[in-house]
């Protein structure tokens, strides 16, 4: 077990609503990372958080946002959902050293079903 | 355009035989990468990675071996177990993200 939780598991929703799933990063680790995995794909990087800025992002509108807390866990929120946003989405934690964080492996928590009705 | 790509979405070994996922990517700026194992209803599991600068990296029973020239990456497992039966992704690590393959469905016969 690698101590990143998620919440919910599972949510339905509707066209056109909000939500936001939650993240709660291993203990010491200050980099969150979040994913959309649909099936039958590899996760999909959205962006990442590194002391509570974003750090970088993926190929996805700005109705994806997150928000990283100081504890270091984190949120995505998505608007206006869509058909297509139905997947399973992952959030991964790491700790970036001071000097940058091209080498830490990421661990990633049970992930949250999302089904877009 | 996808660079990192698992061609095989499935594979069938027999327990106790070696099981050999392979991986190839695009990008010769890729200097990191990993193999992660995923069961259903789970995230993924980090199992190994391996640096640019070397060619073989070995933890038990998983041997990831690397070959820059051919942009060809692939993770042994030896002696296959039942346990083992999962999605096994590869993913290469970029300027601050991880790209992964598709994931190969690996499934160990008793």
């Known amino acids: 077990e690698t101590g990143v939780t998620q919440s919910p598991t599972h949510l339905i929703k509707t066209r056109g609503q909000q939500v936001t799933l939650r993240c709660s990063s291993q203990?010491?680790?200050?980099?969150v990372s979040w994913y959309q995995q649909a099936l039958g794909q590899g996760p999909q990087f959205i962006f990442q958080?590194?002391?509570?800025?974003?750090?970088g992002r993926g190929n996805f509108p700005p109705r994806f946002s997150g928000l990283q807390f100081p504890n270091y866990s984190s949120e995505l929120n998505v608007n206006a959902l869509e058909l297509d946003d139905s997947a399973l989405y992952l959030c991964?934690?790491?700790?970036?050293?001071?000097?940058?964080?091209?080498?830490?492996?990421?661990?990633f928590g049970p992930g949250t079903r999302l089904l877009v009705l | 355009d996808q660079q990192v790509k698992q061609n095989s979405p499935s594979l069938s070994v027999q327990e106790g035989r070696i099981s050999i996922l392979n991986c190839d990517y695009t990008?010769?700026?890729?200097?990191?990468f990993l193999w992660y194992k995923k069961y259903p209803a789970e995230g993924p599991t980090f199992l190994i990675s391996i640096s640019s600068i070397k060619d073989k990296n070995e933890d038990g029973r998983f041997t990831v071996f690397l070959n820059k020239s051919a942009k060809h990456l692939s993770l042994h497992i030896v002696p296959s177990q039942p346990g083992d039966s999962a999605v096994y992704f590869c993913a290469a690590l970029g300027t601050y993200k991880y790209i992964f393959g598709t994931g190969t469905r690996l499934k160990v016969l008793a």
């Open positions: 203990s010491g680790h200050n980099t």
């Open positions: 991964a934690s790491s700790l970036t050293g001071t000097s940058g964080g091209a080498w830490e492996t990421q661990y």
């Open positions: 958080y590194y002391r509570e800025e974003e750090n």
């Open positions: 990008n010769s700026m890729f200097d990191y």
